[in-house]
């Protein structure tokens, strides 16, 4: 029994003892030793940013959670827009935090989880954005038929800018102002849209001309390489673009939201080029066309005119026998006009004989009513006077005594009543020392209530009239003062 209490002490012994910073550093050292670079699919979940920067949040899954971290100098790099719930791959290495015995992910790098992932989250933008009427087809921009000046938007290397100026020269040559940008990773987005709004703020009779066109353009490739055409920033400026804007993104099956915010999409960057100007060659064939048209048109138009001007020329009378006919009636009033004048003449001496032998008859009548008229004033003189001389006869004769009595009885009526007007008339009032009170419009005021300082009044006395003005009673004292 002893020699196994000593045995079990030994063993007790044996057993390694360590410090808690050791354990928490050989932690650290087997994890980010065994897990120095790893990739894990999780969703997004309790995502926090702080104003230091730097990006917390956590990875889940149904079987587990896992906290991770982006610091700052990362999260200033990052391509896609987190937000929780969803799926991501995040790139980094497993780290422990000894302190709070935990352990995390610190992240160098995250993308989205596969194309589902995106393909989910461009398709609520694109609900979002469409839902604001971002794809309105009102409000989509016309084309000008010719422009003078092409902007375009695409990186200065690959194919695509080649064949966006291979294919302008070929069918109608335009000068073309190119804006270098990134068209995918980091930092494209901000650059497609700096690009957008530089061509935008161009003067139209600046140094560097605006362009009537602009073309954003990138080649084909996977879904992570468009998505900066697929950036909500990017779609709205866009959508924003006082110049009509082309989108030739990826290839022909290939759609990013900027094609729905656009004013055109096209399948290609040589399609851009070809819907940005018309094909020389087929201009000039239509321009033909329609001159031929036109000549034909005209060719016609003459032709009608000569068939209406020959038909009316058929319709014509023939003019020389028109004139001659007209030349032998001439004749013929002439002959006739020959003889009928001295006929004439001889008409209207008779009537003039006539009318002298009526003017003596009218002039016989007229002596006549002139003596008549004479001896009817004479008539009509004697009647008045006889007229006159019958009513003098039969007037009354009235006593001149009657006449001055009833004189004098209406010159004592007279003043009786002149003596009550008198009685009665203000200025008898006036003698009696009282004034009568007028304003500038001729108004009797018998009130003192409402007259303020500095209006003017009439006084009218018994043998003349004053004007006066209201003052103030200091006013008043004042003068009398001063007298």
């Known amino acids: 029994m002893f020699i196994d209490e000593q045995f079990s002490d030994r063993m007790t012994d044996n057993i390694p003892e360590f410090s808690v910073g050791d354990i928490s550093t050989a932690i650290k050292r ?25 990006i917390y949040f956590s990875l889940k899954d149904e079987n587990g959670k896992l906290t991770a971290i982006i610091w700052r100098i990362k999260a200033t790099k990052l391509t896609i827009k987190l937000e929780n719930g969803i799926e991501v791959i995040a790139t980094g290495k497993i780290s422990s935090y000894g302190e709070r015995s935990s352990y995390q992910l610190i992240i160098d790098q995250i993308d989205y989880a596969g194309e589902g992932a995106l393909l989910a989250r461009i398709e609520k933008l694109r609900k979002k954005l469409e839902g604001e009427g971002l794809f309105v087809q009102e409000n989509k921009l016309s084309f000008p038929l010719l422009p003078n000046v092409i902007g375009v938007i695409t990186s200065p290397k690959g194919a695509v800018l080649h064949d966006i100026r291979t294919t302008i020269q070929r069918r109608f040559p335009r000068d073309i102002l190119v804006w270098p940008v990134a068209v995918q990773g980091e930092g494209a987005s901000e650059q497609i849209v700096q690009a957008i709004i530089g061509f935008n703020s161009l003067s139209v009779h600046g140094k560097i001309p605006r362009p009537d066109i602009l073309i954003v353009a990138r080649g084909g490739g996977s879904l992570e390489d468009l998505m900066a055409f697929n950036d909500e920033i990017v779609v709205r400026t866009a959508a924003a673009s006082k110049i009509p804007l082309i989108s030739a993104v990826g290839h022909e ?9 656009s004013d055109r999409r096209a399948p290609t960057p040589t399609a851009a080029a070809e819907m940005a100007v018309p094909s020389q060659i087929d201009l000039v064939a239509r321009i033909m066309q329609l001159v031929t048209r036109s000549n034909k048109a005209f060719m016609q138009i003459v032709q009608s005119y000569q068939l209406r001007l020959n038909k009316a020329i058929s319709k014509l009378p023939d003019i020389p026998t028109l004139l001659a006919q007209n030349r032998m009636r001439l004749d013929d009033r002439s002959y006739r006009l020959d003889l009928a004048l001295p006929a004439l003449v001889m008409k209207r001496k008779h009537q003039l004989s006539s009318i002298q032998f009526a003017n003596q008859y009218v002039f016989g009548l007229f002596d006549r009513l002139k003596r008549q008229l004479v001896f009817d004033e004479k008539q009509y003189e004697i009647a008045w006077q006889h007229y006159i001389r019958q009513q003098k006869n039969n007037l009354p004769i009235i006593p001149v005594s009657m006449v001055n009595a009833v004189l004098r009885q209406k010159q004592l009526e007279l003043e009786n009543i002149m003596a009550k007007l008198e009685a009665l008339s203000p200025k008898a009032v006036l003698a009696r020392g009282y004034v009568l009170v007028q304003n500038k419009k001729g108004q009797a005021v018998t009130k003192s209530k409402g007259l303020k300082v500095g209006f003017d009044l009439i006084l009218t006395f018994h043998d003349g009239q004053r004007d006066v003005r209201v003052l103030k009673k200091q006013d008043i004292r004042q003068k009398n003062l001063d007298i």
Do not use: C, M, W
């Not at 087997?30 to 894990?40: A, T």
């Not at 099956?253 to 915010?261: C, N, P, S």
């Open 253 to 261: 099956t290939d759609t990013t939201l900027i094609d729905f915010a």
């Open 30 to 54: 087997v994890l980010e030793g065994n897990f120095s670079r790893i990739k894990i699919r999780g969703e997004i979940t309790e995502l926090k940013q702080y104003p230091s920067g730097h």
